[in-house]
């Protein structure tokens, strides 16, 4: 049974860092790919950066690029999303997801279509002050 479980969120003000773990277990392969997303009170689930596990190609949303990097620990089966420069439009439950086959991420959006993740965590929130 795959299971992804997140940690790390917290409070934080403007400017400040977080960093985000989510740790996957289950996977007899990895040909998966993790993703991370968020969601604010009152709008939609939003993508934000996706990693394969495989080969460790990397995708980040505009909203975050430049700010947030995600990477992964094989050895421990943990995925990182590093969070700097902290937005309070970065306040959002944040959730990581798996995409049980994605050996390599193209350089498209389409790769944080919700849709094609098949599991979920439960959430950690992240709540920036101003």
């Known amino acids: 049974e795959v299971q992804l479980v997140e940690s790390g969120g917290g409070l934080v003000q403007a400017g400040g860092s977080l960093r985000l773990s989510c740790a996957v277990s289950g996977f007899t392969s990895r040909d998966y790919a993790i993703g991370w997303f968020r969601q604010a009170p009152g709008k939609e689930r939003e993508g934000v950066s996706c990693?394969?596990?495989?080969?460790?190609?990397?995708y980040y949303a505009d909203s975050v690029k430049g700010r947030f990097t995600i990477s992964s620990d094989n050895a421990k089966n943990t995925v990182y999303l590093q969070m700097n420069s902290l937005e309070p439009e970065d306040t959002a439950i944040y959730y990581c997801a798996a995409d049980r086959h994605r050996p390599t991420t193209s350089q498209t959006a389409a790769v944080l279509f919700s849709f094609l993740y098949d599991y979920w965590g439960q959430g950690t929130q992240v709540t920036v002050s101003s």
């Open positions: 990693i394969s596990a495989s080969d460790g190609s990397t």
